[in-house]
């Protein structure tokens, strides 16, 4: 089902962020990105490949290289500096094999986007192609993983907790190695453990809890290949504690479903790649601005989406994804809301699907 059929901003289209879901300026404002796939893989040896990361090579040569586009990343980082969100997020898949030679290109990339204050990363798949040591890998991204109060161990560090403002952004890892051909993740029991006891807390503190997470926490998101192996065990912890809002990466799609909770019913909200052309329907870059405001009905939680035109080399707003109703989401009029066409003069914009009903 399309909730954004199109969404077509007028050439000059830059809109403020202030602008967004019909929210004044009263809001925290945060990015989500996804997947950028940003390193080369210039220099890499043969002996980098003896091993999963050889199909994971043959991919990026074949049409990998040609999807994931420095060119569109660029573009991306220029309007976020337009738009200047308090905070952005991405969660995971910066890299194409996990190579340690990539964590430190990585490394570089986030050091020039900004300070670690201001952006919350965590691993996808492709970090955790192949089994691989800490020091030479995720060591070098520990400022931009590592929660408000760092762990004593790298074993210790999901869960990670950081608080900004009334907002607890929660990662998780679901970054695991699997066998060749398949690129599923799971969270493991004493992560999960872990997980159940942040929201809580966090709850109890009435913060506007985000869960941070690569795979989609809805199993009908994807197929078997690419699932989270302990997806219900995930949903099973979100009814029982309560979430705002979660957001995923990996579909490579925009995608909206939903968890009813004891708290509210909590959107789960995908982008595609933060790089990608967009040589498939539906997979062109895209992410999201969301605005999380306080009020005496409850948290108001706006969403708009900002979508690579690559005849204009940047991004354009492209559409409202949730409209700001009090987080009250299981009602039908913000349903219906949800799904109304946006239609304006210029760039035409990927559909985004609706899943999980």
């Known amino acids: 089902m399309n909730i954004v059929k199109s969404a077509a901003p007028p050439r000059d289209n830059v809109r403020h962020p202030q602008a967004i879901a019909g929210h004044d ?58 738009c200047r969100p308090e905070h952005t997020v991405i969660t995971g898949d910066l890299t194409h094999l996990g190579l340690p030679a990539e964590f430190r290109e990585v490394a570089g990339w986030l050091s020039a986007l900004g300070p670690p204050e201001q952006f919350t990363v965590i691993p996808g798949n492709h970090e955790s192609y192949v089994s691989s040591s800490w ?54 029991k004493d992560q999960l453990q872990a997980l159940g006891r942040v929201l809580a807390e966090t709850g109890e503190r009435q913060l506007f ?41 990996h579909a490579h799609r925009a995608t909206l479903g939903w968890i009813d909770t004891t708290a509210a019913r909590a959107p789960v909200i995908g982008v595609p790649s933060a790089s990608a052309i967009g040589h498939k329907p539906g997979r062109r870059a895209r992410y999201n601005l969301c605005r999380v405001s306080r009020t005496a009905c409850g948290w108001m939680l706006g969403i708009e989406a900002r979508a690579y035109a690559p005849e204009l080399d940047r991004f354009v707003a492209a559409g409202v994804v949730l409209d700001g109703a009090p987080h009250r989401y299981g009602t039908q009029n913000q349903d219906d809301n949800d799904r109304q066409q946006h239609h304006e003069q210029g760039t035409q914009i990927e559909h985004e699907t609706q899943i999980g009903q």
């Open 135 to 188: 020091e030479e890998t995720y060591a070098h991204w520990l400022p931009y993983l590592a929660a408000d109060i760092p762990a004593a161990s790298p074993a210790g560090l999901f869960p990670s907790l950081r608080v900004r403002d009334h907002i607890a952004f929660i990662g998780l890892s679901s970054a695991r190695p699997s066998a060749p051909l398949l690129a599923t993740g799971s969270l493991g």
């Open 25 to 82: 300026a009263d809001g925290y404002l945060f990015a989500h990105i996804s997947d950028p796939h940003l390193s080369t893989l210039e220099g890499v040896r043969r002996r980098d490949l003896l091993n999963k990361r050889l199909l994971g090579y043959l991919s990026w040569k074949s049409h990998r290289r040609e999807e994931h586009r420095t060119d569109v990343l660029a573009a991306l980082v220029r309007d976020l500096q337009h």
């Open 209 to 249: 809890r985000v869960l941070l997470i690569h795979h989609p926490p809805l199993a009908e998101t994807l197929g078997w290949r690419k699932r989270l192996t302990d997806s219900r065990a995930l949903r099973n912890t979100l009814e029982r504690h309560g979430v705002e809002l979660v957001l995923h990466g």
